[in-house]
């Protein structure tokens, strides 16, 4: 039994982000961080492994660099890594982003008693869709929003957290499972596996080495494979801004409820 | 003739996913409904709901008042609860049937799921949790001159796109615009080359209209097949929250509390409570604050929680971080109250009191409902 948890390396939006003059991001001025939900699919695979001792191997899409991003997860646990990377990759929307990273786990191999999991959206793209279009393509059952996950045998037993309550759901291996933040706390690093991060095993899956899966056809996959294109970008603009009341007394706030009134707006 | 997503004139009419959960219509449907009426008038086509679930054909009867000119009713004890594979079927059949050039689904954790799914069978491309739709260039274009900083020049150049080394003109494409990068950005996004165009549209955004004639509406009832074979999860229970959640999303007056109640949490959120009652709404709050534990998940406001535009947002003691501005920045009238007068919150607030949240709040209690008395 293995878990394959997908990873992707996201600039950090918490702060205010630098934005060209043209309406792109200026990434280069972003500190890139690994994507929070991912962690969360991370801690939970780390979890079963704890329990049931399964193989843990983590898989990104990215550039070379999201390398130091896998030897963090490795750190952290888990047994082995893939670095999906290749100039023809570049430019996926989730369609062929999908395309691209279920031919890598097929031909890495997926088992009876396997789970995927992901992340239910990443921070950057903030799209949800990755997780489910994997699994369309891997032709497996998917669960999202898995708020808690209990595995017995063959079956995961799984609650997907609505906006207005919870479903519980009884689905069998190999499927996919995308994680959100309330399903667990992450863990740190570890001295035993910082130390041996650099014995395990990472593979790097290029063009090359995925061309002959059936899901990798240029048409596909890459800029030209996606469905979806980006008309253009921009930045909302800041909102005029208002006005600071003097004061903070009676006299203030009598002021302002004056002011709503006037306009209708109370 | 084998389905084509790449056959482009093939594809007609607007299809709006209509999602009703344990038999009650969710609000979003009929806000996409009428968004969807817009966009058919637009390309000049009938606006459609695809409705599934089980004894559901009193809710199909509804929909003229919103704009849709055909329902297909798809009922079913399978159809009774949401499950990706037997709602994925089904749509990718009918879509494979009929052929509407459009789909839009509510942004919610249901949508997210099954959206996704579809657009991978249907080899088509999907925009995720879109606050904005356009058919019509102009439209589109005055659109981003009020909601955009892009220059004039830049925006009257838009129309036609490079795709492989040929021209494309995007006038009759649906113009999707959604946030990214938490917020940060604003993208627009075309599916030149694929049918339908499909998206996801954030819950709360788009304007539920009511017609004062409803259209006549026609319910369809197409042929289908589900077996217990086409399902691979069980819904072993569907458990619906006891508490009654709040309704921020349709609220007129919403009073927000952030981490700046810490000092006296109780006494914090009751002085929210008061001023909402007074207001004629309901409490919000930071993530914090739901992080914290001090309010249930369903009060949070911001790009991981509910997208809100009501005629009043009233920030106590929040920051205003930008993940909390992106879902509450296009309120009528944003109040805010916090002791730092360098708080981002101050940059979009039409109105600022720079003081303590404990203090300011009583009084702005007392002067509303003095205003109020007087009127
Ligand atoms: C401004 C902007 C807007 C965009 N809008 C759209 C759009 O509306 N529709 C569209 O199809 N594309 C869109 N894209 C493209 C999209 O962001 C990319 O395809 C991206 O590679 C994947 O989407 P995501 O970041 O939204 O991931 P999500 O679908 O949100 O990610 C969900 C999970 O999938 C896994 N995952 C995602 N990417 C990777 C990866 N590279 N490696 C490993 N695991 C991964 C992770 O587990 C992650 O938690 C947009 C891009 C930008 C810059
Ligand atoms: C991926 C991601 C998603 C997120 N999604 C959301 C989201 O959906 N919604 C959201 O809100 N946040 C979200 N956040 C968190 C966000 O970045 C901020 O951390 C959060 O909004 C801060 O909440 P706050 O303003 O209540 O707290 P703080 O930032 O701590 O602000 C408290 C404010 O209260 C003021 N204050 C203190 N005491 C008083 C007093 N007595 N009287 C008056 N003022 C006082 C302080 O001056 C300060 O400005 C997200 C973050 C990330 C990374």
Redesign the pocket.
């Known amino acids: 039994m293995k878990i394959i ?6 600039p950090d939006t918490s702060g205010r982000i630098a934005v060209n003059p043209d309406g792109t ?1 200026n990434r280069a001025s972003m500190q890139t961080i690994i ?1 929070p ?2 962690l969360n ?1 991370i801690e939970a695979a780390l979890d079963l492994k704890d329990e049931l001792g399964c193989k843990v191997v983590a ?4 550039p070379p660099p999201a390398e130091g991003m896998l030897r963090e997860l490795m750190a952290m646990g888990v047994d082995e890594s893939i670095l ?1 990377s290749g100039r023809e990759f570049s430019g ?6 999908s395309q691209i ?1 279920a031919a890598a786990i097929d031909t890495y191999g997926i088992d009876e008693d396997d789970i995927i ?6 921070i ?8 489910p ?2 699994a369309e393509k891997l032709g497996l059952p998917q669960v999202s929003y898995a708020g808690e996950i209990k595995k017995e045998g063959n079956t995961l037993t799984i609650k997907r957290m609505l906006e207005d309550g919870y479903m519980t759901l009884r689905v069998k291996t190999p499927c996919l499972v ?1 994680c959100i933040k309330e399903l667990n706390t992450p863990r740190f690093m570890n001295v035993w596996d910082i130390l041996h991060t650099y014995e395990k095993p990472l593979k790097v899956m290029d063009y090359e080495a995925l061309k002959d899966h059936p899901l990798m056809d240029k048409s596909t996959i890459g800029l030209q494979g ?3 294109n ?1 008309l253009t ?1 921009f930045t909302p603009p800041l909102k005029g801004a208002g006005r600071i009341l003097e004061g903070s007394g009676k006299e203030t706030t009598d002021e302002l409820a004056g002011i709503l009134s006037d306009k209708h707006i109370i | 003739m084998a389905y084509d997503s790449r056959d482009i004139a093939s594809f007609k009419n607007v299809w709006v996913f209509c999602e009703q959960r344990q038999g009650k219509m969710m609000p979003t449907s009929y806000e996409l409904l009428s968004e969807g009426r817009k966009l058919a008038n637009e390309l000049n086509v009938d606006l459609c709901g695809i409705l599934l679930g089980d004894d559901i054909e009193e809710l199909a009867k509804d929909l003229g008042k919103y704009g849709a000119d055909k329902v297909y009713v798809y009922d079913s004890p399978f159809l009774k609860n949401y499950t990706t594979e037997g709602y994925t079927k089904i749509i990718c059949e009918a879509v494979q049937e009929f052929k509407p050039e459009i789909m839009i689904f509510g942004a919610s954790n249901i949508g997210r799921d099954l959206a ?1 799914r579809c657009a991978a069978r249907l080899h088509t ?6 606050t904005h739709l356009d058919i019509d260039m102009p439209n589109y274009k005055d659109f981003l001159r009020e909601a955009s900083t892009l220059t004039e020049e830049r925006i009257s150049g838009l129309g036609v796109i490079r795709l492989f080394g040929e021209d494309h003109d995007i006038n009759m494409d649906m113009k ?1 615009t ?1 946030p ?2 938490g917020g940060n ?3 627009s ?1 075309v599916c030149p080359r694929f049918r339908p165009s499909m998206a996801t549209v954030r819950p709360g955004v788009m304007k539920k209209v009511v017609l004062e004639t409803p259209h006549a509406c026609e319910i369809i009832h197409p042929d289908f097949v589900l077996t217990e074979g086409d399902f691979d999860t069980e819904v072993l229970e569907v458990v619906k929250a006891a508490r009654k959640m709040v309704d921020l999303i349709g609220a007129d007056y919403i009073v927000s509390v952030g981490r700046g109640i810490s000092k006296d949490i109780e006494g914090g959120i009751k002085l929210a409570e008061e001023l909402a009652d007074v207001l004629g709404g309901v409490v919000g709050s930071s993530r914090a604050v739901v992080d914290a534990g001090w309010l249930p998940a369903d009060h949070q406001v911001g790009q991981t929680g509910k997208t809100v535009h009501p005629k009043v947002y009233v920030a106590l003691g929040i920051s205003g971080a930008i993940q909390h501005q992106a879902g509450m920045k296009d309120s009528g009238t944003i109040i805010a109250v916090n002791k730092n007068e360098t708080a981002p919150i101050f940059e979009i607030a039409d109105y600022g009191i720079v003081g303590d949240l404990f203090k300011v709040t009583p009084l702005l209690i007392d002067s509303i409902k003095k205003i109020k008395e007087e009127k």
């Open positions: 948890v997908t990873v992707k390396q996201v991001l994507n939900d991912d699919a898989i990104t899409m990215g999906v996926s929307d989730t369609y062929a982003t990273l999991m992901s992340g239910r959206q990443a950057d793209g903030d799209t949800a869709q990755v997780g279009q994997m995308t996606s469905p979806t980006i970008s | 996704p491309g999907l925009c995720a949790d879109c999707m959604r990214a990068f950005l604003m993208a996004i």
